[in-house]
């Protein structure tokens, strides 16, 4: 059993909250010796003041008969009192401690995440822990939990194509460039590039509500060939009737363009083909661009017919970026 001398310091820091966690084990431990638990009583039920007390006093009792009659520094009374001070202040702390502990609920496992990432001209394909499927396309980064608990929540950046497997209990959450989208279970879309600054969630099947921030009450609600247009640098939004399943031609390695900006365009050409654009007039950014192109087509052919429709001119440079004028 440790000493009086040597525990008083310790109980005198564990009191004052600036014992290591090493000291405050000590007193625990010291603690333990002097008060045992009555056998029988349930585990999780609060020692009394009373209990205490009488534990420490049949303690010290015990500890002066087991010293009688040997020489020490101090009073016998003057020992007994800083023993039983010292018992009973460790007591009410550790025992309050105890106390914490047993009532205190279990914590929750840190949720750990995992990132996928793709270059440009990859498309890739994940199937998460509740059985729903996300496609990634090009130059884009998922973050998702290596395991589902009480809620179903990823991030993207780029764009990406999900189907999510039903669970009414346990909503599906995507939070992307300051948007949420929220579902049930259902085919969709979303698109969010950093540039142009564009949101767009299309929907396939099913109905998503897409929301800014934390506040809902003023979500929009997508049925199926339904597509949201987020202008973010404008702070304006459309929702309009699309064909939803060419527009998500490019898992498979196509592109379909449904009235897309030019800026859209180049940036979907930029993520597939790795090459650089700039366009040079800036009437042209907000010039509507509709086409389906296959995925055997080259980036050759694709810009010919582009020019050939909509008189776009496109020029490489000398350092491989492509003007269009």
Known sequence: MQEDHTIQPLIDKYLAGQASPEEAKQVNDWFDQWYTPPQGGANDERPSGDDIFA????????????????????????????????????????AGGWWYRSKMPARTPAVKYLDLYTRAGQLSKITLTDSSIIWLNASSHLRYPEQFSTNRTVYLEGEAYFDVHQDPQHPFLIESNGYRTRVLGTTFNIRSYTAPNTYKVTVSSGKV??????DSSHAVLLTANQE?????????????????????????????????????????LQHRYGKTFRITAAPLQNMEISGTFDPHQSLEDILKILSKVYGLHFKATRNGTINIS
């Open 55 to 94: 534990s420490v006093q049949a303690r010290v009792q015990a500890y002066e008969a087991e010293n009688a009659g040997k020489v020490v520094a101090m009073k016998p009374g003057r020992i007994r009192w800083r023993l039983a001070a010292s018992v009973i202040s460790a007591a009410v702390m550790v």
């Open 209 to 214: 509500a897409v929301y800014q921030g934390v």
């Open 228 to 268: 949201l247009r987020v202008n973010i640098d404008k702070g304006t939004q459309q929702v309009r009737n699309v064909p939803a399943q060419s527009i998500m031609r490019w898992k498979e390695g196509g592109l379909c363009f449904e009235k897309d900006y030019l800026t859209e365009v180049v940036i979907s």
